[in-house]
């Protein structure tokens, strides 16, 4: 299984709503990732879990927070969200540590914040 | 500090060769990437090629590394429609293996 699954496909919330954005891999990896992607730009990263430990914080905000509960998967909560935070959230993962940096994306949640 | 820099736009007959080019900053980079993104969706690893190599081949895809001049270029041969895509270039950054450092991409067109 060489697949980074994301769910939801779509998420429309407002700007008090919680919601969570989900994140699946079965490979064996132990760096998770989170990266926000604005149309017609590269993906920026946010997030990096080592091991299931918060390893990387790209100085985001706190109204997004990353859990990993456990090395398969990695969630992304969310509250309080602003109109310009709409954007492609994608999920990856590779091998953790000196290995290589073969990073595997998912197909990404589109998010719109109204 | 790190940087990546491609051209935006490509523009190529199917059944030609493309050739996308790709400038990095940081020479410490151990490992750059290719990766391919189509409309609506995540990110494709096309290929990489380790710095200590010139040269990488993987069936229509071709890298080529000047580490004197920090270029890649990703050439893709006898190109179809399928290939229309942005590609983006990628290397390690300088806090580890942990982080890639994108470039803008380079939206490639193909047309018959």
């Known amino acids: 299984d060489t697949e980074v699954t994301q769910t939801p496909k779509h998420l429309v919330m407002g700007m008090t709503n919680k919601k969570s954005l989900k994140c699946e891999q079965h490979?064996?990896?132990?760096?998770m990732y989170w990266y926000k992607q604005k149309a017609k730009k590269p993906p920026e990263l946010m997030f990096v879990?080592?091991?299931?430990?918060?390893?990387i914080n790209e100085s985001v905000p706190s109204r997004f927070s990353p859990e990993c509960p456990n090395s398969s998967l990695l969630n992304l909560h969310l509250h309080a969200l602003q109109p310009e935070d709409s954007a492609l959230y994608l999920c990856?993962?590779?091998?953790?540590?000196?290995?290589?940096?073969?990073?595997?994306f998912g197909p990404g949640t589109r998010l719109t914040v109204l | 500090g790190e940087d990546v820099e491609q051209s935006l736009f490509l523009s190529v007959r199917e059944g030609d060769s493309s050739v996308i080019n790709c400038t990095y900053t940081?020479?410490?980079?151990?490992?750059l990437y290719w990766y391919k993104q189509e409309p609506g969706a995540g990110l494709q690893l096309l290929t990489y090629?380790?710095?200590?190599?010139d040269m990488k081949q993987d069936q229509r895809l071709t890298v080529l590394l000047n580490k004197k001049d920090k270029h890649l270029s990703l050439r893709i041969a006898d190109t179809q429609t399928g290939d229309s895509a942005i590609y983006f270039c990628?290397?390690?950054?300088?806090?580890?293996?942990?982080?890639?450092?994108f470039g803008a991409g380079t939206r490639l067109a193909v047309h018959p």
């Open positions: 990856a993962s590779s091998q953790a540590g000196t290995s290589g940096n073969e990073q595997f």
């Open positions: 490979m064996g990896h132990r760096a």
């Open positions: 879990y080592s091991y299931e430990k918060l390893s």
């Open positions: 940081d020479s410490s980079s151990t490992y």
């Open positions: 090629i380790f710095s200590n190599m």
């Open positions: 990628a290397e390690t950054g300088r806090d580890g293996y942990n982080k890639l450092i």
